[in-house]
Nanobody, 122 residues
Framework: QVHLVESGGGSVQAGGSLRLSCTASKRAFTSYNVGWFRQAPGKERDFVAAFSPFAGVTTYADAAKGRFTLSSDNPETVYLQMNSLKPEDTAIYYC????????????????WGQGTQVTVSS
């Protein structure tokens, strides 16, 4: 069992930046794949970015490429740096983790945080 907690959400104006953090129990990010997803009101949960420590691969959704960066500086925390934010980035952002499966499908991930709200105003 992996417990995930997101933080760092908030309200910003368009063009601004936020850095989200996902903190995990058990030093999970040395061995678990991690993904960031987001869900806007009335919409499905969408993939944002993911990292596999085994493959050393980071992948991004088209909407995130060039603006968002997934990184980590310790085995318990993963960050999502979001720059040049747009109103359409407004959503609840979720961190997810899984042993084995990796990629953009939410169904690949077994463990989820509670989410953190990001609101971008125009």
């Amino acid at each position: 069992q992996v417990h995930l907690v997101e933080s760092g959400g908030g309200s910003v104006q368009a063009g601004g930046s936020l850095r989200l953090s996902c903190t995990a129990s058990k030093r999970a990010f040395t061995s678990y794949n991690v993904g960031w997803f987001r869900q806007a009101p009335g919409k499905e949960r969408d993939f944002v970015a993911a990292f596999s420590p085994f493959a050393g691969v980071t992948t991004y959704a088209d909407a995130a490429k060039g603006r968002f960066t997934l990184s980590s500086d310790n085995p318990e925390t993963v960050y999502l740096q979001m720059n040049s934010l747009k109103p359409e980035d407004t959503a609840i952002y979720y961190c997810a983790a899984n042993w084995g499966r990796f990629g953009a499908a939410a169904s690949n991930y077994d463990y989820w945080g509670q989410g953190t709200q990001v609101t971008v105003s125009s």
